[in-house]
């Protein structure tokens, strides 16, 4: 079979002699009455070709073509109209589509533009293997309306040279969003060098950056690139930019206004052209009052914002992702691919992820390799991710006690002693991630803890 191509079509006769001629000619064919039908279809499988009407019963096929083209790019859409006219088909193809066929169709160039389709999407199939020789396997997974929208900033801010802002928890997967920016992106072919402005210390930020000549410092035995002259026509991405220290923030938001800068122990300017796409786990508007981050810095790269939320907040991409990594895993160990049963998959629905996506990748990874059986059920899931489970649900079942009570000042007291400690428990215990979450100090949170004497009940 030469490749899976849909049709959408309000007219029942022409889906028929369509898909007969299409299979005729070895594709695999799958056809559509409804918009939105083939909309809620497309979110599971994508096929390669889509040959879309634009006159449709149940919804405006440009907005299909929209769609369709702003969260699966990668798709070739040749657009067939009966109404068709110049304005038209100029309208589809800066929306996107490959080809404009007006009705009633010639059957031969049906056939020779749904090839030439075909011929450009292996293409990109091999444009986009060769990438991956390179980054590896880049992709955003999920159905949920905020992986749904993210997939569709992406494609927008990408041909642009736009400064991107990506929001959101550890482990929600900001690298993949900034990596498939740059993938998509005009600079796809140069570099994307990566930075964790967390990981380094502060002492060696600078020079990690901008780089150093020979003699600049004791132990700059030889020149060295910084990360932004390495980056150069490419993209830079700093990781955890909250992290970097105000001297190292001056210095950048030079470099942003003024495309150039001088390596440590040199006044030669270095000019270069570098975009710019940061990541932060931090409110950076907190830190600002703060006073820990600078304000027209935050002005300056938070020109495009991208927010992802917790992997608790999208709870319907959990199935998704875990299918993903059962299949990597099982490829990984050379096994056959496990399956996970209902009563394990609700567990892992209910379950609140503290570390999001990186922290399920990581749960999957040791299920695979412990569990002995080909199916997974909640029996076989590790004891202490079942013992959170068990707490989380004994926490829900549990009657409000401060309801019962007539005094007020009590009342508060029993419902702040239970918010924190339910709170606490989500985290694992991690002071820092309940403090932040709840929008409190650390410290004032370990003084309310030993106020309402939480260790030991966390304990138990």
Sequence with gaps: ?????????????????????????????????WGKELLKEINLKQPKVLLLDLWLKDIDGFEVLEKVKSTYPEVQIIVISGHGNIETAVKAIKMGAFDFLEKPLSYERVIVTVENAFKIALLEEENKRLRENIFGEVKLSGISPAIQK???????????????LIQGESGVGKEVVAKLIHLYSKRAKEAFVEINCAAIPETLIESELFGYEKGAFTGAQTYKKG?????HKGTLFLDEIGDLSPEAQAKLLRVLQEKKFERLGSNKPVEI???????TNKDLEKEIKKGKFREDLFFRINV????????RERKEDIPILVEEFL?????????????????AMEALIEYSWPGNVRELKNFIERLVIMSSSHEISYNDLPGDFKNAIKQKRGIQESSDPWFKEKNYKTAKLLFEKEFLKRKLLEHKGNVSQTAREIGLERAY???????LDLKKELKD
């Excluded at 990360?227 to 980056?231: G, Q, R």
């Excluded at 495009?304 to 992997?311: A, C, Q, T």
């Excluded at 949170?445 to 106020?451: G, S």
């Design 327 to 343: 299949e990597e895993f099982s490829y990984k160990i050379g096994s056959e691919k496990k399956i996970i049963k209902k009563d």
């Design 1 to 33: 079979m030469k490749g899976e191509i849909w049709i959408l079509d309000d007219e029942k006769g022409i889906l028929e002699v369509l898909e007969d001629i299409l299979k005729d000619e070895n594709f695999q064919v799958k056809s559509f009455l």
């Design 304 to 311: 495009f914002p991208i927010y992802i939320p917790p992997l």
């Design 445 to 451: 949170l370990q003084k309310k803890i030993k106020e």
């Design 150 to 164: 993210i997939r569709e900033l992406i494609v927008k801010v990408a041909p642009t040279d736009t400064t991107v």
């Design 227 to 231: 990360k932004l002259e390495i980056a």
């Design 273 to 279: 052209n570098v975009r710019i796409i940061s990541a």
